[in-house]
């Protein structure tokens, strides 16, 4: 199926425009489509505005709260804990983000737990939230059952993702954002939607046998085996139990049960540099820890090594000026009248 090239505004409009004719507020709206965008323009399509037809599914079931009353309430010196009242994960999230940052520039730190939330994107854009304030970022979010743990052949954690922003003085910031299965499950999406098949490692069928064809994935496999299925717990802990949601098999699943509210959980922390070093002296051995790892000779097969985040950081900046590549049954659904 062929790509359509659509512009960053362009698209950012026809994502909000769709979600606020489905009784999405304005200024949610906005803010939902900037963050989907932000995944396209970094190559994460199983992130970005594929999502869209599955948010308004959603809204118009009544599995979200298109209105909600956001609070915050601080539990201590540097914490506090975000309701989002079953609105969107992607505006609660900025909020809490936000949060966050405020306390970690009064503070030095600041950590945020979030309740009462829903699916809430692509995490690189609240760690860069907080990286453009030149604090360090940290991001954790649970999902539905999806993977299987390590020796397991039915899902109990979702693909719980993780990610960590840190900013620099000349380079741009290292951004680390990775599920903690070996892909997220909005890729398999996306090999669905295009015809293409998957590698054998990503997911498993019915009967827990890997599976390159991604009609037939049932659950995902964890990365690295053990590490992938001890950090997808350990993100359960911090973005479930810790902040009082529900946990693994317990979570509300994405897809089905559109009409019920998704108690999701989320956990958000800014560090504040100066606090531990002068910051101007951070800043400046990030850029030569980068520039150090750019000097290294690549292995056989590459052109040059990289930090996290930065392929995807190039892809932005190529398709900012050049435009992203939207599968034509996705811009279809944004350009069409209901």
């Not at 609070?71 to 506090?80: I, Q, R, Y």
């Not at 009609?215 to 993100?235: C, D, N, R, S, W």
Request: glycine share 10%; charged share 25%; with cysteine.
């Amino acid at each position: 199926m062929a790509d359509v090239i659509v512009f960053f505004e362009e698209l950012k409009e026809l994502c909000a425009k769709k979600l606020t004719k489905a009784g999405v507020k304005p200024e949610h709206a906005e803010i939902i489509a900037d963050v989907l965008v932000h995944a396209d323009l970094r190559g994460v399509s199983s992130h970005g505005v594929l999502r869209t037809e599955h948010y308004v599914k959603r809204v118009k079931a009544g599995g979200i709260n298109c209105d909600p009353n956001i609070t915050v309430k601080e539990t201590g010196p540097v914490t506090a804990v975000v309701d989002g009242n079953d609105g969107f994960g992607h505006v609660i999230s900025k909020y809490a983000m936000e949060y966050a940052i405020k306390l970690a520039k009064e503070k030095g730190v600041g950590m945020v737990g979030v309740v009462n939330s829903s699916h809430c994107g692509a995490l690189s854009y609240y760690v860069r939230q907080a990286a453009s304030e030149n604090l360090i970022g940290m991001a954790m979010s649970h999902t539905d059952k999806v993977v299987v743990p390590f020796g397991g052949a039915r899902p109990f954690f979702g693909t719980n993702p993780i990610a960590y922003g840190f900013p620099a003085r000349k380079n741009k910031p290292v951004i680390l954002d990775m599920a903690t299965s070996n892909v997220a499950f909005g890729k398999v999406l996306h090999a669905r939607e295009t015809g293409k098949s998957i590698p054998a490692d990503w997911g498993v069928d019915e009967n827990g046998k890997p599976t390159t064809n991604p009609h037939e994935v049932q659950a995902l496999l964890p990365f690295a085996g053990a590490k992938g299925y001890g950090l997808a717990m350990t993100v359960d802990i911090f973005s479930g139990i810790l902040v009082g949601a529900a946990f693994g098999p317990h979570i509300v699943p994405m897809y089905g049960d559109y009409d019920k509210k998704r108690k999701l959980g989320h956990f958000y922390c800014a560090i504040n540099p100066a606090m531990f070093t002068d910051l101007q002296s951070f800043l400046e051995n990030m850029d030569k820890m980068i520039d150090e790892i750019h000097e290294i000779q690549p292995a056989e097969g590459f052109e040059r090594v990289m930090v996290p985040g930065e392929p995807e950081q190039l892809r932005e900046e190529e398709r900012m000026k050049n435009g992203i590549p939207v599968p034509e049954s996705i811009y279809n659904y944004l350009t069409q009248d209901e």
